[in-house]
């Protein structure tokens, strides 16, 4: 029998980035998304659910998502289901979640804005410049003086040899 496990989320955080490291040094990076559906009951009522997931991310992957994501930041991601088990306090816990291949960054940067929730450091934009006028179009060539056939190059095919005719 086959199967396929994929996942594709689109979301926002719901809090900062946690990074902690393996002991052999390997990212581990895990993030909680909110993701929301929109719609209306057959009494025309509009109505919004919220899905919060866990999110696990490896590698230098994490790393990133911790260093340009925030609360709030818009992320899609793309991993698999994983199914997790334990016991605790006598009591058998479940609990789904998605491990991350792929987290792509969606929205503005934020990479400028410190962690303590400070004011980002203002960029100066350069200054603008006006338009450079249009160069004056190059004279025609001369035509060259014509030589006897012993001392002329054999004639090439026209599409091969002209760079100037080329259509980019």
């Known amino acids: 029998m086959a199967s396929f496990n994929r996942v594709i989320l689109m979301g926002n955080l719901t809090k900062d980035p946690e990074v902690r490291y393996t002991p052999s040094?390997?990212?581990?990076g895990d993030l909680r998304?909110?993701?929301?559906?929109?719609?209306?009951t057959a009494d025309g009522e509009n109505r919004e659910e919220t899905c919060?997931?866990?999110v696990t991310v490896w590698g230098r992957q994490a790393e990133t998502c911790a260093e340009y994501l925030?609360?709030?930041?818009?992320?899609?991601?793309?991993?698999?289901?994983?199914?997790?088990e334990?016991?605790?306090?006598g009591q058998k816990i479940s609990r789904i979640s998605v491990v991350a291949e792929?987290?792509?960054?969606?929205?503005?940067?934020?990479?400028?804005e410190p962690r303590d929730g400070g004011a980002p450091p203002r960029r100066e934009q350069p200054p603008m410049r006006a338009p450079a006028a249009p160069s004056p179009?190059?004279?025609?060539?001369?035509?060259?003086?014509?030589?006897?056939?012993?001392?002329?190059?054999?004639?090439?095919?026209?599409s091969f040899g002209d760079?100037?005719?080329?259509?980019?």
């Open 25 to 28: 040094g390997t990212a581990v």
């Open 33 to 40: 998304v909110a993701s929301s559906r929109r719609y209306r």
């Open 52 to 54: 919060f997931v866990g």
């Open 70 to 84: 925030r609360k709030g930041s818009p992320l899609l991601l793309e991993g698999r289901l994983k199914y997790d």
């Open 86 to 89: 334990w016991e605790k306090d």
């Open 102 to 112: 792929r987290v792509q960054f969606l929205g503005a940067p934020r990479s400028s």
């Open 137 to 158: 179009e190059p004279a025609a060539p001369s035509p060259a003086p014509e030589s006897s056939p012993a001392s002329q190059p054999p004639a090439q095919d026209e």
């Open 163 to 168: 760079d100037d005719n080329l259509p980019f």
